[in-house]
């Protein structure tokens, strides 16, 4: 009982310090509040799913299908998108799944943790660790450019930065109505 009270408080103060999000949590900080958001589906192409594998270590594969979230102004222009990406380490058998929010200029404006499976790669999920993002190109973004990688989640880190390639990727591929 003992040994069973002292891992929970373990594992409440490891998780306390990351910020995880429900996915209409995660849409709402990142799209732009006040407009209305709307979905759509990207597939890839044999090319997209090769074109989204060099950008590191993946899997992606003709057909894949990953939601794609923007809003529009009163207008009718596309302001934002939102990209949810589940990501695999297969070294470290973990799954990361975030949203990864792109400007019309093609700076970040945010990105929302929805999980993450391993306990090592939780300081991604603080909020300091991913305010440095915003407002960057997402083109230019790599570890040495005003980003380091977090000690003990070095892979997981870097997997963020290639899944941060590879939502300006799809970004630039969709075809919304």
């Given at each position: 009982?003992?040994?069973?009270?002292?891992?929970?408080?373990?594992?409440?103060?490891?998780?306390?310090?990351?910020?995880?999000?429900?996915?209409?949590?995660?849409?709402?900080?990142?799209?732009?509040?006040?407009?209305?958001?709307?979905?759509?589906?990207?597939?890839?192409?044999?090319?997209?799913?090769?074109?989204?594998?060099?950008?590191?270590?993946?899997?992606?594969?003709?057909?894949?299908?990953?939601?794609?979230?923007?809003?529009?102004?009163?207008?009718?222009?596309?302001?934002?998108?939102?990209?949810?990406?589940?990501?695999?380490?297969?070294?470290?058998?973990?799954?990361?799944?975030?949203?990864?929010?792109?400007?019309?200029?093609?700076?970040?404006?945010?990105?929302?943790?929805?999980?993450?499976?391993d306990k090592y790669s939780y300081?991604?999920?603080?909020?300091?660790?991913?305010?440095?993002?915003?407002?960057?190109?997402?083109?230019?973004?790599?570890?040495?450019?005003?980003?380091?990688?977090?000690?003990?989640?070095?892979?997981?880190?870097?997997?963020?930065?290639?899944?941060?390639?590879?939502?300006a990727y799809i970004a630039s591929?969709?075809?919304?109505?």
């Open positions: 009982m003992h040994t069973r009270l002292l891992v929970s408080m373990l594992m409440a103060s490891t998780v306390g310090a990351a910020t995880f999000s429900t996915l209409p949590g995660a849409l709402k900080q990142i799209l732009p509040s006040g407009q209305k958001a709307f979905k759509t589906k990207f597939v890839a192409t044999t090319a997209q799913a090769n074109a989204l594998n060099a950008f590191g270590d993946g899997d992606f594969r003709e057909g894949d299908a990953y939601d794609v979230y923007y809003s529009k102004d009163p207008d009718g222009k596309i302001t934002s998108m939102a990209i949810q990406l589940e990501e695999y380490q297969p070294k470290w058998k973990s799954r990361h799944n975030w949203v990864i929010g792109l400007g019309n200029d093609g700076k970040l404006s945010g990105i929302g943790i929805v999980e993450l499976t300081p991604l999920a603080q909020p300091e660790w991913l305010k440095r993002f915003s407002g960057k190109p997402a083109a230019q973004m790599a570890f040495g450019n005003g980003v380091d990688a977090i000690s003990g989640a070095s892979a997981s880190s870097q997997l963020l930065i290639e899944s941060i390639h590879r939502a591929q969709v075809k919304l109505p």
